[in-house]
């Protein structure tokens, strides 16, 4: 599919047009079938008008040519289904790229924010416990952690920056309610939920900046949970994550 007809948002990652051209084909079934049936149904009310058949006719439908059609559709169904939905599930949801080589960010959101945190040069994240948490520590970080010392944490601004064509893993949790990650270019969607933490996993292939939305009605301040998701060079990215980190971190 080169054309976007359905005008879906822009993709900036490299499943999206995968997605896109399942979510096309499937509509373009249906647009077949609605169609069809409407063709269907306006010959049938003129084709057994009751003044050309004042009897009923007890025998019905003689030909088979329903038959090919319904088996056509369930093939076509079945075409979907096992050629393009669960190779594109396995692939894009389940099959992970290894974390040694992705770079991985921890998100939570709470209301009405969302909180990213990196593991900064060890790559190790530093420790989190519930008996952490404190007014100074929302996350729960173990700060007498060694690896806790260099983690970069984003609690401002809801902000998130991402390298490009890099495989990227975030794992989604909240603090409070049901929250839902989303960003539409990058064609990612997960519900952030307390006490779970849930991984995704995306490429991103287009430098630009995205919106974060929340997905789920989580309160009065919902339509305020937004954020930005920077997709950056290598480079910019790494210059971003020292802006950030200032070489300590801060648990406010
Ligand atoms: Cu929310």
């Not at 849930?198 to 989580?218: D, E, M, S, T, W």
Request: charged share 15%; net charge neutral; with cysteine.
């Amino acid at each position: 599919m080169t054309k976007n007809f359905l005008g879906t948002p822009l993709i900036a990652a490299e499943h999206g047009a995968g997605l896109d051209a399942l979510t096309w084909y499937i509509h373009l079934l249906m647009a077949v079938l609605f169609v069809g049936w409407a063709i269907y149904f306006i010959y049938v009310l003129f084709r057994f008008r009751s003044t050309r058949n004042p009897q009923a006719d007890h025998i019905g439908v003689q030909s088979h040519f329903s038959t090919y059609v319904e088996v056509g559709v369930a093939v076509t169904e079945a075409v979907l289904l096992i050629g393009f939905a669960v190779p594109l599930w396995a692939r894009s949801v389940e099959k992970f790229p290894a974390e040694k080589d992705s770079v991985v960010i921890r998100v939570t959101g709470r209301q009405f924010n969302w909180i990213s945190r990196y593991a900064g040069a060890d790559s190790t994240f530093g420790k989190q416990d519930v008996k952490f948490v404190a007014a100074t520590n929302a996350l729960g970080v173990d700060v007498n952690d060694a690896a806790a010392k260099d983690d970069v944490v984003v609690m401002t601004g809801s902000e998130l920056a991402v390298p490009v064509n890099t495989n990227v893993i975030i794992h989604i949790s909240s603090m409070d309610v049901i929250h839902s990650f989303k960003v539409f270019p990058l064609r990612v969607n997960q519900d952030a939920i307390p006490g779970m933490s849930v991984p995704i996993h995306f490429r991103a292939n287009k430098v630009g900046r995205y919106p974060i939305n929340c997905a789920q009605l989580c309160g009065v301040g919902h339509y305020s949970m937004k954020g930005e998701l920077k997709v950056l060079a290598q480079a910019d990215y790494e210059s971003w994550l020292k802006t950030k980190s200032g070489g300590a971190v801060s648990y406010e």
